[in-house]
């Protein structure tokens, strides 16, 4: 029962342009959600948050934006860059605990 | 970054033989997580502690157990190992409130 669900393995864009990772969700409990990022050989990294009182949190290159009525949030990243390359989970929790982790998009930023 | 890290960082075992990971923090965090990555699956909950000796389940819990005797510690255990149990395992810390889980930089167990 995957609560979390990253439909797209994969991601491919060109330095400069923006990348969109999408993520969807199925339990409407669910009021946290987080994007971490992945190197090869290294835990996951802490992105980016959004609360569902929200529905946009911007940090940098990074912004995260969740409809609640569709159950989906989506990161983009604006402009991407060749270091931005690794895996990306999307995470949800009712309040910041049990989290659950969709299966990761691997993103490739091309020079 | 946080003080989590993870012992052994690789390890092959046989299987049936029980293998313990473990997992040290310097933060004096209360809640440590134990999770497991596999492809497809990304990272799925095994166990979790809120305090010493104080533990319960997450969704793929069978074939584990953990212990937490001291608050900076906090321990893994397949009782008897099995090549499903193959994979990268993960400690996490909660951090800061907004600031989601701080994860320790793994161990990848291979069971043959």
């Known amino acids: 029962d995957q609560q979390v669900k990253q439909n797209s393995p994969s991601l491919s864009v060109q330095e400069g342009r923006i990348s969109i990772l999408n993520c969807d969700y199925t339990?409407?409990?669910?009021?946290?959600f987080l994007w971490y990022k992945k190197y090869p050989a290294e835990g996951p990294t802490f992105l980016i948050s959004i609360s569902s009182i929200k529905d946009k949190n911007e940090d940098g290159r990074f912004t995260v934006f969740l409809n609640k009525s569709a159950k989906h949030l989506s990161l983009h990243i604006v402009p991407s860059q060749p270091g931005d390359s690794a895996v990306y989970f999307c995470?949800?929790?009712?309040?910041?605990?049990?989290?659950?982790f969709g299966a990761g998009t691997r993103l490739t930023v091309k020079p | 970054d946080a003080g989590i890290t993870q012992s052994p960082r690789h390890k092959v075992t046989e299987t049936g033989t029980p293998v313990t990971l473990r997992c040290h923090q310097t933060e004096n965090h209360r809640y440590m997580y134990w999770y497991r990555q596999d492809p497809g699956h990304g990272l799925r909950l095994i166990h979790y502690s809120y305090g010493v000796k104080d533990t319960d389940k997450g969704e793929v819990s069978d074939g584990y157990s953990v212990s937490r005797s001291k608050t900076e510690d906090f321990l893994l255990t397949l009782e008897s190992a099995t090549s499903s149990q193959t994979s990268v395992y993960f400690c996490?810390?909660?951090?800061?409130?907004?600031?989601?889980?701080?994860f320790g930089s793994g161990t990848r167990l291979t069971v043959v």
């Open positions: 339990n409407s409990m669910f009021d946290y």
């Open positions: 995470a949800a929790s009712e309040g910041n605990n049990d989290m659950r």
């Open positions: 996490a810390i909660m951090g800061r409130q907004g600031g989601g889980y701080t």
